[in-house]
């Protein structure tokens, strides 16, 4: 099960405070864009916006994304 999007985890995952391992090239290439467009506007509202972002990919490609759900909520 995915946390919903206000889940303080998909922060720690944009900002790369979390140790995972992403298998997925889809997966990695978000999260790429999502740490440089982080670092280029850090506000709030920017992160709340990536969050949403992030939690959006990861509810619809859920299936294929079982083994990051795994690491990042046990």
Do not use: Y
Not at 24 to 44: F, G, H, T, W
């Amino acid at each position: 099960m995915i946390n919903n999007a206000a889940d303080p985890v998909w922060e720690k995952l944009i900002r790369g405070d979390l140790n995972v391992t992403v298998s997925q090239i889809s997966a990695q290439m978000l999260l790429n864009r999502c740490r440089r467009n982080l670092d280029k506007d850090p506000s709030p509202t920017n992160i709340n916006k990536l969050k949403s972002e992030v939690h959006t990919f990861f509810c619809k490609f859920e299936s294929i994304l079982q083994d990051e759900i795994k690491q990042l909520f046990g």
